[in-house]
């Protein structure tokens, strides 16, 4: 009996590495593909070990190394002071930081949700489970971003400002607005971790941000996971020493070697990868548009991040979600195009013409399902290895 689940489970699996990884082109912003030598610290006994810092477990002088190793490579990797590298997800990450810097009644700013902001700290998320007061800064739909002027009178007042979305083709007006906080401001990076390492679109932690946080899988290719940065002894102190035992008990030790092997693939191939994020971005929101595909942002050149978002409205991007996914191009449900993986992937901007042309037939519906998979899968077939790579080994220990 048991042997047949495991030929279900290995059946299942191997559909689903042969389906998104040879088959599929992969446009979701918010995923990316893992080096070789990334996911093979996964392989390692590390996944099986607990460590704290109470020092309750024994036999973890290695593993304590790794943890302080991968938080001063973060620290070099972002020029921060302070880096905790524990928070399992970078929601985890944001309820560390709600947990520790506010109460029942406090209220709290951040891009609504109907504006692309990250529900999980609205209140259809941990503001209502920690019974906080959610407010939201003025927005511009033109500019697909927060409206500085029309925020300002917002800003005295919350506990906790947040800047970042979940939908964000242009940098925040952090610094603009920050200076005007009388709470804490705090910088959700999780979309754009890998741009900012590139330097390549905003520096919160020098914009007046006191903290950063965010997913370390979607710009940023490591693996899944959470990460905490900071400048500020204060605020990172708050957060970070209420993380154990009480938000992150098992850090998965695993996943922070394999965070360690991606901060090093980001600072030697970080200014390049996220340059050429952008550019793709640019390059296919441009031949989008040619195409007559209706985009936002057009009269802010589109995107400067790893996102490019198509202008219909719900229920229409499901179903469009739908039907590029029968064509085996894979985007989410909210019109959000990412050129996180396919860059990773060594996609340039000559191939984005192609996804441009691809993403057109089944939008305007010029040509059927079948017909572009077709196209996709021969176009997939060229592009198997991740770029911005350490070496070809696929493993780093024996």
Same mark, same amino acid.
């Not at 590298?85 to 891009?111: C, F, K």
């Not at 219909?312 to 739908?322: A, D, H, I, N, W």
């Not at 037939?361 to 399902?369: E, N």
């Given at each position: 009996?048991?042997?047949?689940?495991?030929? /279900?489970?290995?059946? *299942?699996?191997?559909?689903?590495?042969?389906?998104?990884? $040879?088959?599929? +082109?992969?446009?979701?912003?918010?995923?990316?593909?893992?080096? &070789?030598?990334?996911?093979?610290?996964?392989? !390692?006994?590390?996944?099986?070990?607990?460590?704290?810092?109470?020092?309750?477990?024994?036999?973890?002088?290695?593993?304590?190394? %790794?943890?302080?190793?991968?938080?001063?490579?973060? /620290?070099?990797?972002?020029?921060?002071?302070?880096?905790? @590298? /524990?928070?399992?997800?970078?929601?985890?990450?944001?309820?560390?930081?709600?947990? !520790? +810097?506010?109460? &029942?009644?406090?209220?709290?700013?951040?891009?609504?949700?109907?504006?692309?902001?990250?529900?999980?700290?609205?209140?259809?998320?941990?503001?209502?489970?920690?019974?906080?007061?959610?407010?939201?800064?003025?927005?511009?739909?033109?500019?697909?971003?927060?409206?500085?002027?029309?925020?300002?009178?917002?800003?005295?007042?919350? $506990?906790?400002?947040?800047?970042?979305?979940?939908?964000?083709?242009?940098?925040?007006?952090?610094?603009?607005?920050?200076?005007?906080?009388?709470?804490?401001?705090?910088?959700?990076?999780?979309? @754009?971790?890998?741009?900012?390492?590139?330097?390549?679109?905003?520096?919160?932690?020098?914009?007046?941000?006191?903290?950063?946080?965010?997913?370390?899988?979607?710009?940023?290719?490591?693996?899944?996971?959470?990460?905490?940065?900071?400048?500020?002894?204060?605020?990172? *102190?708050?957060?970070?020493?209420? %993380?154990?035992?009480?938000?992150?008990?098992? @850090?998965?030790?695993?996943?922070?070697?394999? +965070?360690?092997?991606?901060?090093?693939?980001?600072?030697?191939?970080?200014?390049?990868?996220?340059?050429?994020?952008?550019?793709?971005?640019?390059?296919?929101?441009?031949?989008?548009?040619?195409?007559?595909?209706?985009?936002?942002?057009? &009269?802010?050149?589109? !995107?400067?991040?790893?996102?490019?978002?198509?202008?219909?409205?719900?229920?229409?991007?499901? +179903?469009?979600?739908?039907?590029?996914?029968?064509?085996?191009?894979?985007?989410?449900?909210?019109?959000?195009?990412? *050129?996180?993986? @396919?860059?990773?992937?060594?996609?340039?901007?000559?191939?984005?013409?192609?996804?441009?042309?691809? %993403?057109?037939?089944?939008?305007?519906?010029?040509? &059927?399902?079948?017909?572009?998979?077709?196209?996709? $899968?021969?176009?997939?077939?060229?592009?198997?290895?991740? /770029?911005?790579?350490?070496?070809?080994?696929?493993?780093?220990?024996?």
């Amino acid at each position: 009996m048991s042997s047949g689940y495991l030929e /279900r489970l290995s059946r *299942t699996v191997k559909q689903h590495q042969d389906w998104r990884t $040879k088959e599929c +082109l992969n446009l979701i912003p918010s995923e990316n593909r893992g080096s &070789a030598q990334m996911r093979s610290m996964f392989l !390692s006994d590390l996944g099986n070990r607990y460590t704290a810092p109470d020092r309750f477990y024994r036999g973890t002088k290695f593993a304590d190394e %790794l943890l302080s190793l991968t938080e001063e490579l973060a /620290r070099k990797a972002f020029n921060a002071r302070y880096a905790d @590298v /524990r928070s399992l997800s970078g929601h985890t990450a944001d309820m560390a930081v709600l947990l !520790s +810097l506010t109460e &029942a009644g406090d209220r709290i700013l951040s891009v609504s949700p109907e504006n692309g902001g990250y529900p999980g700290i609205t209140h259809l998320g941990l503001g209502k489970i920690l019974r906080l007061e959610n407010e939201y800064f003025a927005y511009d739909d033109d500019a697909v971003n927060i409206d500085p002027k029309e925020s300002t009178p917002l800003m005295g007042g919350p $506990k906790v400002a947040f800047f970042g979305s979940s939908y964000i083709p242009f940098p925040h007006p952090t610094r603009q607005l920050s200076s005007l906080a009388d709470g804490v401001c705090v910088y959700d990076a999780s979309h @754009v971790l890998g741009l900012i390492a590139g330097g390549e679109f905003q520096d919160p932690l020098r914009e007046g941000c006191s903290l950063m946080i965010g997913s370390t899988h979607k710009s940023f290719p490591g693996p899944q996971g959470g990460i905490i940065l900071s400048n500020d002894e204060e605020a990172f *102190t708050k957060v970070a020493g209420n %993380l154990f035992p009480g938000i992150v008990d098992n @850090v998965h030790l695993d996943r922070v070697a394999a +965070l360690a092997v991606s901060l090093v693939e980001m600072m030697q191939y970080g200014r390049p990868y996220a340059q050429s994020m952008v550019k793709n971005s640019q390059a296919l929101a441009k031949a989008l548009a040619d195409e007559g595909v209706r985009l936002r942002g057009a &009269a802010h050149g589109y !995107s400067k991040s790893h996102q490019v978002l198509l202008d219909y409205e719900q229920p229409r991007l499901k +179903l469009l979600s739908t039907r590029l996914e029968q064509a085996n191009i894979i985007v989410d449900e909210g019109g959000r195009v990412g *050129t996180t993986e @396919v860059t990773r992937m060594g996609y340039g901007p000559g191939e984005m013409e192609t996804i441009a042309e691809l %993403l057109a037939m089944i939008i305007l519906g010029k040509k &059927a399902p079948d017909f572009v998979q077709k196209k996709v $899968k021969t176009l997939v077939k060229q592009f198997q290895q991740p /770029r911005f790579v350490l070496s070809s080994s696929p493993r780093l220990f024996e």
